[in-house]
């Protein structure tokens, strides 16, 4: 997935662009920045993880912290990512018994738990296999499931199916395989995020493959600025609108970029629906969920919304009035449409 980014920076009257790809699962968006007034510039880091790319900015200091964040990313990454081989999560998944899991792990693997249970199953961990088997997920199997296969997959999904005893996992079957993608890189923003306000950074935005998490402001008169693109499919790009984020955690997830067409001619989604197993979209295309929590958790929503559908989601949303999103759909005559809470409208 081609996500772009263009951050706009003006100085006297002469706007800077600068302009570099990211690949992430889900969604484009752009970010963007403005200065208006005469200021010190902000300490901007960025680099590679978790797959794609990351930025961070701060206003507060001008200290480089990148070792240090290189060093925290790499601890997610060994708790965490079912891309290495030699993390606790793989070591999991492989069948060893006897990983003491460390506190990052513990706290995705409770944040999970509670939003498993609050979305009714429909943010679910341990789809991991059937991620695997359609092709989206580290194995990379692509294999195009038979509704028998599919069933048959299905008696090892159940978040409900593992807990945690004297800090090891016990899982109900072996043949559960755990994957916290749809959380773990939400959860490294957070991670990061502690660490600046530990060093007393209060005006910070950190991004990591799209996901944000924002504190304090961007200037003394700009909060942090972000807009979305049209879902164009002809490769061209622009933006849809823009909004402000001052203390909050955003999340975007999607299909109508990631996906696979089978030999068949059939639409596999990357997005798989814990209740069903199957790997087709329903008639949410984007999802972004905005939040005054921690990005993991909005990261986790934005997953579950996506499989949970239009309807299902808005009916949610009457629930939990602590949660803003910005949906994009697909009407009943096939026409793409917005729902926007009334902040965003």
């Not at 009457?318 to 949906?327: P, T």
Request: some cysteine.
């Amino acid at each position: 997935m081609k996500i772009l980014y263009t951050i706009f920076d003006k100085k006297e009257d002469q706007v800077k662009k600068v302009k570099f790809i990211l690949i992430f699962l889900g969604f484009t968006s752009v970010l963007i920045t403005c200065k208006k007034e005469e200021e010190s510039r902000p300490t901007i880091l960025k680099g590679l993880i978790f797959g794609t790319s990351f930025k961070i900015m701060y206003t507060d200091s001008d200290k480089n912290y990148t070792k240090s964040i290189d060093s925290l990313f790499y601890l997610v990454n060994k708790s965490l990512s079912t891309y290495l081989p030699t993390s606790n999560i793989s070591k999991i998944n492989n069948g060893d018994t006897t990983i003491v899991i460390d506190d990052y792990f513990l706290e995705v693997f409770k944040k999970s738990k509670i939003i498993f249970k609050e979305t009714n199953g429909f943010f679910d961990p341990t789809v991991g296999n059937l991620v695997n088997y359609w092709g989206f997920g580290p194995e990379n199997i692509r294999k195009n499931l038979t509704e028998e296969e599919v069933r048959l997959q299905m008696k090892f999904v159940g978040l409900d199916k593992v807990s945690i005893y004297d800090r090891k996992i016990i899982k109900e079957s072996p043949k559960i395989y755990l994957d916290f993608n749809s959380i773990a890189k939400g959860f490294g923003i957070d991670v990061i995020g502690r660490f600046l306000e530990s060093k007393e950074i209060v005006n910070y935005l950190v991004e990591i493959g799209g996901e944000i998490r924002t504190r304090g402001k961007r200037s003394k008169r700009n909060l942090w600025r972000v807009g979305f693109d049209n879902p164009n499919t002809d490769g061209s790009r622009s933006v849809s609108k823009f909004i402000n984020l001052r203390d909050k955690s955003m999340a975007t997830s999607g299909n109508y970029r990631k996906f696979r067409i089978a030999a068949n001619g059939k639409k596999y989604v990357h997005t798989v629906n814990p209740k069903t197993g199957f790997a087709t979209e329903s008639n949410l295309l984007r999802v972004s969920v905005i939040a005054k929590k921690d990005c993991a958790d909005v990261d986790a929503y934005a997953t579950a919304f996506m499989a949970m559908g239009y309807k299902k989601t808005k009916e949610f949303l009457l629930l939990h009035k602590d949660l803003e999103v910005i949906l994009l759909f697909t009407n009943k005559e096939g026409q793409i449409e917005e729902y926007s809470t009334s902040k965003y409208n």
